[in-house]
Antibody, heavy 122, light 108 residues
Framework: EVQLVESGGDLVQPGGSLRLSCAAS????????MSWVRQAPGKGLEWVAN????????YYVDSVKGRFTISRDNAKNSLYLQMNSLRAEDTAVYYC???????????????WGQGTLVTVSS | DIQMTQSPSTLSASVGDRVTITCRAS??????LVWYQQKPGKAPKLLIY???NLESGVPSRFSGSGSGTEFTLTISSLQPDDFATYYC??????????FGQGTKVEIK
């Protein structure tokens, strides 16, 4: 069974840093693109970042470029999101998600974690 | 960046109704579109990929159509379990992916 379990969410002051982790199991982690998607309270979904299987390609939404870093450790079946210079508008539930391969092409994401809440407030 | 616009934002319907949600892209995305269903407090669920392909295990009352800039998600006969929020998402390349703002399907 595919499982994605996020951790690391917390209350942090503006300008602070936080590192989110996602522990993956039930599939060959190193074979999949992985993503972070966030959802502010009562709002819609926002894609945050993608990372290729070997970590050689990374992509970010404009609003987090230069502040957030996505990374992975395939030996530990883990995905990470390092978040620096946090702002109030980064407050959200952060989901770890697996790239969905259909016909050999990534077509969005097919498995999601339960999410971890990041609150940026003084 | 490609913008995705869903309509309506909220839809009130009854069990058994045929429901259609529209998603428009600000530029052509071919068929690189997925639909998700999200229930309160839960992670989203993949329903449709590549605009019209039903994800395994998803009931056949769900269908998707469209290409280019205009897409639709149709529920042929709304069931109690279908009351939720639906999101479209484009994946024209690996970056940036963008979601529509969501359509909440409510009980009439």
């Amino acid at each position: 069974e595919v499982q994605l379990v996020e951790s690391g969410g917390d209350l942090v002051q503006p300008g602070g840093s936080l590192r989110l982790s996602c522990a993956a199991s039930g599939f060959t982690f190193s074979n999949y693109w992985m993503s972070w998607v966030r959802q502010a309270p009562g709002k819609g979904l926002e894609w945050v970042a993608n990372i290729k299987q070997d970590g050689s390609e990374k992509y970010y939404v404009d609003s987090v470029k230069g502040r957030f870093t996505i990374s992975r450790d395939n030996a530990k079946n883990s995905l990470y999101l390092q978040m620096n210079s946090l702002r109030a508008e980064d407050t959200a539930v952060y989901y770890c998600a697996r790239g969905a391969y259909r016909g050999g092409v990534v077509v969005g994401v097919d498995y999601w974690g339960q999410g971890t809440l990041v609150t940026v407030s003084s | 960046d490609i913008q995705m616009t869903q309509s309506p934002s909220t839809l009130s319907a009854s069990v058994g109704d045929r429901v259609t949600i529209t998603c428009r892209a600000s530029q052509s995305i071919s068929s690189w579109l997925v639909w998700y269903q999200q229930k309160p407090g839960k992670a989203p669920k993949l329903l449709i990929y590549k605009a019209s392909n039903l994800e395994s295990g998803v009931p056949s009352r769900f269908s998707g159509s469209g290409s280019g800039t205009e897409f639709t998600l149709t529920i042929s006969s709304l069931q109690p379990d279908d009351f939720a929020t639906y999101y479209c998402q484009q994946y024209n390349s690996y970056s940036p992916w963008t979601f529509g703002q969501g359509t909440k399907v409510e009980i009439k």
